[in-house]
């Protein structure tokens, strides 16, 4: 349902609203012939050893060269697949190309990773992993000092226009040894690249009796090096991304062995690709595990370069073509890194709905209303915490919309301006116009008149403070209610979600594991309240504080010590506890 525009004019003390802003690239995925034709398959290989201090792994320094992005970096050996690769499968000890392939999971070929990473670890490194007939690894540098001059001989065929790997097996009498090496990382090069590469890292315990000899053309240089020392901004070496993250994975492992052990017993191995992302820093690769990476994968799929890893101040940010988000300025322990203001709306009948308004400032107005793709005919708020909702009134004045939302609870930090024009009821339908829907979502919890709302065509909820990215929410009482919310949590688990749009933070996929997520360390707190009920026996809450929020920095205690309450709350609700004059005691299950 809608409700008609107020007229009248703008106080002059009011931005003026501006003209609809230009449009960032359009978010919504292209046409399959715009994705890159092909990548280059590739591989690489963390050779591993004991040494003096711990596991140490094997890098080498990439020549200098003006088309190579990792150019003087220090990496793991390896490279492309070469059309050789396939012709050595009859030189392999251990392993099949079918049983490579299902390690791997491609149909075939993957015999030939295995291959490139043994090939590509000898031509730049010097090491060759093949064994004797008795399955007993190649010694290589007894045959060096047999010979100067053979350990070169030998490294020549392997390299491309050679004669191949095939040559030194049959001249060695040796076989490839492909099953010493451990599959351990699947990584895609970032979208949006001039050169893109799918890349399947292994591990390998060094070949004994073999000393790493770099090429000098490829490799300039070789170290051997502990993961953690490699690491170290000290150290000054230059690496990308994947090979820190590598480092960062096999860092823990005291021995090779051990290491090797780890990665040969991994299943389900998930491809990895960063995504290209703007900020602060430059343009950089963004990792899955970053917050901003899955709205980055909605809104820039082809790695243009649009998208950005750090919400900016200000600016609006084209999320689809029913939703914008513009991020206020007052980025703190609490708000994270600032309130987000979101238009909802539908762009065919050009009508708009602003969900939290945020906060009283005059930079934060401006750029809503200059970032309004078009007229507000709505302002929502999700509820009326300081952060979310004292824009309300100078939003209003300056767009005429009315407001719709739910009375402030007659309690501190709430804001008792917010006065809507109509209280919304759960359930109930705000149609944007013939294409846009948002349903209202009452949550309370975090506060009692909290509600959620549900933008139906795209499945994406704008939760408020609901959930948030990066952190759980502070349950305040007396307003804030922890048996509430958790009920409130579970209710939107039978909601068909597929994107949550939280009031600080970028854009959450996955939004079934994230309440689930919420929802479990909410019980295992309960749980730990309880426990140290028992151990310690009655107790105040600020001994009980101590207990169960040893895990958070002191200076978050006060903040803390809220949520403790909600939980204490809770549990004498379901009959678990009893507050004794401030004095806190379990109660014992009949």
């Given at each position: 349902m809608s409700e008609p525009q107020k007229s009248g004019n703008?106080?002059?003390?009011?931005?003026?609203?501006?003209?609809?802003?230009?449009?960032?690239?359009?978010?919504?995925?292209?046409?399959?012939?715009?994705?890159?034709?092909?990548?280059?398959?590739?591989?690489?290989?963390?050779?591993?050893?004991?040494?003096?201090?711990?596991?140490?792994?094997?890098?080498?320094?990439?020549?200098?060269?003006?088309?190579?992005?990792?150019?003087?970096?220090?990496?793991?050996?390896?490279?492309?697949?070469?059309?050789?690769?396939?012709?050595?499968?009859?030189y392999c000890a251990g392993l099949d190309d079918a049983a490579a392939s299902e390690r791997l999971g491609v149909p075939e070929g993957g015999l030939d990773f295995y291959l490139a990473a043994v090939r590509e670890c000898f031509e730049e490194a010097g090491l060759l992993f093949a064994s004797d007939a008795g399955g007993t690894l190649a010694q290589l540098d007894a045959l060096q000092a047999r010979d100067a001059q053979q350990h070169d001989w030998l490294r020549q065929p392997a390299r491309r226009g050679g004669p191949g790997m095939a040559q030194i097996c049959e001249r060695l009498q040796v076989r490839l040894a492909v099953d010493r090496l451990a599959y351990h990382s699947h990584w895609l090069t970032p979208p949006g690249l001039p050169k893109r590469f799918d890349t399947r890292f292994f591990v390998a315990v060094a070949p004994p009796g073999q000393t790493a000899v770099h090429d000098g053309e490829e490799a300039v240089e070789h170290i051997w090096v502990r993961p953690a020392d490699a690491l170290d901004a000290a150290s000054g070496y230059k690496m990308v991304p994947v090979t820190r993250r590598t480092l960062a994975s096999i860092a823990r492992f005291e021995s090779a062995q051990a290491c090797f052990d780890h990665a040969a017993?991994?299943?389900?191995?998930?491809?990895?690709?960063?995504?290209?992302?703007?900020?602060?820093?430059?343009?950089?690769?963004?990792?899955?595990n970053e917050p901003a990476y899955a709205e980055i994968e909605r809104i820039d799929p082809h790695g243009a370069g649009h998208a950005r890893y750090e919400l900016a101040t200000?600016?609006?940010?084209?999320?689809?073509?029913?939703?914008?988000?513009?991020?206020?300025?007052?980025?703190?322990?609490?708000?994270?890194?600032?309130?987000?203001?979101?238009?909802?709306?539908?762009?065919?009948?050009?009508?708009?709905?602003?969900?939290?308004?945020?906060?009283?400032?005059?930079?934060?107005?401006?750029?809503?209303?200059?970032?309004?793709?078009?007229?507000?005919?709505?302002?929502?708020?999700?509820?009326?915490?300081?952060?979310?909702?004292?824009?309300?009134?100078?939003?209003?004045?300056?767009?005429?919309?009315?407001?719709?939302?739910?009375?402030?609870?007659?309690?501190?930090?709430?804001?008792?301006?917010?006065?809507?024009?109509r209280i919304l009821e759960h359930g109930e339908r705000l149609a944007l116009g013939g294409g846009s829907t948002l349903r209202v979502v009452h949550t309370p919890g975090h506060a009692s008149n909290h509600l959620c709302f549900l933008l139906e065509e795209e499945k994406t909820l704008f939760t408020g403070d609901h959930v948030m990215q990066g952190s759980t929410v502070v349950i305040n009482p007396p307003d804030g209610d922890m048996h509430a919310y958790l009920a409130s949590l579970a209710a939107l688990q039978h909601e068909d979600l597929e994107w949550l749009a939280p009031g600080h933070g970028f854009l959450m996929a996955r939004p079934a594991d994230a309440i689930r997520t919420l929802i479990r360390h909410r019980l295992q707190r309960e749980a730990k309240v309880l426990n140290a009920l028992r151990e310690l026996g009655d107790s105040a809450i600020e001994v009980l504080l101590l207990r169960v929020y040893d895990d958070v920095p002191e200076r978050m205690l006060p903040v803390a010590q809220r949520s403790l309450l909600a939980h204490l709350n809770k549990l004498a609700v379901d009959g678990a506890v009893v507050d004794d004059d401030g004095v806190w005691r379990t109660l014992a299950r009949p």
């Open positions: 703008t106080p002059p003390s009011v931005p003026e609203p501006a003209s609809q802003p230009a449009l960032p690239p359009d978010p919504r995925p292209q046409s399959q012939s715009a994705r890159p034709a092909s990548l280059r398959h590739a591989a690489s290989i963390l050779v591993v050893r004991d040494g003096a201090a711990g596991m140490e792994v094997l890098m080498v320094r990439r020549a200098e060269r003006n088309d190579d992005r990792s150019s003087g970096a220090f990496v793991f050996p390896g490279g492309t697949l070469d059309p050789q690769d396939k012709a050595l499968h009859a017993q991994l299943r389900g191995i998930a491809r990895i690709m960063p995504r290209l992302a703007k900020g602060g820093g430059g343009l950089r690769p963004v990792l899955p200000g600016e609006a940010v084209r999320l689809s073509a029913r939703v914008w988000r513009v991020t206020a300025g007052n980025g703190n322990v609490m708000t994270g890194p600032g309130t987000n203001t979101y238009f909802v709306g539908d762009p065919d009948a050009n009508q708009w709905a602003v969900i939290d308004p945020g906060p009283d400032d005059d930079a934060h107005l401006a750029a809503v209303l200059a970032a309004a793709p078009g007229p507000v005919r709505w302002i929502l708020a999700t509820h009326t915490h300081l952060d979310h909702s004292p824009a309300t009134p100078r939003l209003k004045a300056a767009t005429g919309a009315p407001v719709l939302g739910r009375p402030a609870p007659a309690t501190p930090r709430q804001d008792q301006t917010f006065q809507p024009d």
